[in-house]
């Protein structure tokens, strides 16, 4: 029952999973659990961000719709060369769409209201856009092995420059603290525009990309090896589930085991462990959805997250364009006056995913979709 040669239904299905959490399911799980009394439980905290070092659920969501969108390349480039495009084409096609991300990741983040010089220029599509652009070059342009070459000295070089520089302008303070880290203070001197986190970081910095350039390669090569092994679904399954846990040991090895030298899991910094055990933990997630939708066939369930997973980008920058959350209490403000109001706010913020999903089934329905 696999599809390799068509569009895998696991990917756009993982992808919508990924971004219902970005459509409301994280605040909406927080308003549940403040309404229960539980705001500082375990459960609550994993639908927020780590503030510095740590892991989280919710510091998992990016780098899976990154992990992701190196899954499909393989695909699409394959599709793009037998079409008869050159590998330069198939370059100047995916910089094009670097260049659109970035773009939508600075009108996402205001820059229209507020203009260059105020806007924060690292951004979420942005680091998307060049973090994958920078993989689909080594991809089309270097062999298989020196990929993970390429991959491993990322990783590794990124650790020790981490590790033994501090920032100059504060030497007294530790290299991968957030005021010592030599990251943040890149940031500092080379980025236009304002800072994430004021006179310290920017949460998507310009040598924190480098690691994420290893999260989309680590995607490429799961789509690739997807796509050309000879092997049953199952045995590939078997293989990523393989693979996953050994990216998580390392990177847990990075994290706790070299004592003063290691690197704490930090999405902020995109540490290199964060890289490998969210690398890890995305690779089993894809083994999952691959394993139950194109291997075995179960795909009716599917559609739900499918809706939002084939126009991801469009959801992400409607949010911040349409009021959805208006919508949701036009029609819901009246029901929640009936409610004690903690519940009534789960009302809404479930009203605003139903709002999202509706507005995408829209889109579905017309065969409308927005193709960066």
């Given at each position: ?69 190196g899954v499909s390349f393989p695909f699409s480039c394959a599709k793009s060369l037998e079409r ?289």
């Amino acid at each position: 029952m696999e599809t390799e040669n068509k569009r895998l239904m696991s990917l756009d299905a993982l992808r919508g999973a990924d971004m219902l959490f970005i459509t409301g399911l994280s605040s909406l799980m927080i308003a549940i659990c403040h309404a229960l009394g539980c705001d500082g439980s375990w459960f609550a905290q994993q639908f927020h961000h780590v503030q510095w070092n740590g892991l989280h659920f919710q510091d998992t969501i990016f780098p899976l719709f990154l992990f992701l969108a190196g899954v499909s390349f393989p695909f699409s480039c394959a599709k793009s060369l037998e079409r008869g495009l050159t590998r330069g084409r198939v370059a100047r096609k995916a910089f094009r769409r670097a260049l659109t991300l970035f773009a939508f990741g600075l009108i996402y983040n205001g820059v229209l209201k507020v203009g260059f010089g105020d806007v924060v220029w690292g951004s979420v599509l942005g680091r998307i856009g060049i973090a994958w652009f920078c993989a689909a070059l080594a991809y089309l342009y270097l062999p298989g092995k020196a990929r993970v070459a390429l991959a491993v000295a990322l990783l590794v070089g990124y650790w020790a420059v981490m590790a033994s520089l501090v920032a100059p302008d504060h030497p007294d303070a530790l290299s991968l603290s957030p005021e010592g880290n030599i990251s943040g203070y890149l940031d500092r001197i080379l980025l236009p525009g304002k800072l994430t986190v004021p006179e310290l970081y920017s949460n998507q910095g310009i040598l924190s990309t480098l690691p994420a350039v290893v999260t989309a390669l680590l995607g490429m090569f799961t789509g690739d090896y997807v796509r050309m092994s000879c092997a049953s679904g199952g045995r590939k399954v078997a293989v990523l589930l393989a693979a996953a846990a050994c990216l998580a040991l390392a990177g847990l090895l990075v994290a706790f085991g070299f004592g003063a030298g290691s690197m704490p899991l930090n999405k902020i910094l995109w540490s290199t462990s964060f890289t490998l055990v969210v690398g890890g933990y995305s690779a089993a997630m894809f083994a999952l959805f691959y394993w139950v939708i194109d291997v075995k066939g179960y795909r009716k369930w599917t559609f739900f997250f499918r809706v939002i997973g084939m126009n991801s980008i469009t959801i992400y920058m409607a949010q911040k364009i349409i009021p959805f959350r208006s919508i949701s209490a036009f029609f819901l403000e009246g029901a929640g006056t009936h409610l004690p109001s903690v519940w009534a706010a789960v009302l809404i913020q479930a009203g605003y995913i139903v709002v999202c999903w509706l507005f995408l089934l829209f889109l579905y329905r017309k065969n409308v979709f927005l193709k960066v």
